[in-house]
């Protein structure tokens, strides 16, 4: 693993293992906690990784309903042949 640790530990420094049941209306996986990209980050950094996040297709949402897309296709095309090699 990237983190050089098990799962068991990285449960143990977020403090859960993601199972909880939030969203019942949904079905699985949608209806669990999960976890947040910040709590496996948060983990690397007490294990002296730093991380970056480059994600996919990147959207902002002033109330969770307006989505602005944030994809730019050159960046998106140069991060998926960087990161395909």
């Known amino acids: 693993m990237v983190l050089d640790c098990e799962i068991k530990e990285l449960i143990q420094h977020i403090g859960h ?6 969203a019942p209306h949904l079905k699985p996986p949608g209806c669990y ?3 947040h990209d910040q709590e496996i980050i948060d983990v690397a950094l007490l294990r002296g990784y730093s991380m970056t996040l480059i994600e996919t297709l990147p959207v902002q949402t002033p109330d969770g309903k307006f989505e602005f897309e944030l994809t730019k296709w050159n960046r998106f095309n140069n991060n998926m042949d960087r990161l395909q090699h």
Not at 17 to 22: A, R, T
């Open 17 to 22: 293992d993601g199972s909880e049941i939030i």
């Open 33 to 35: 906690k999960g976890f």
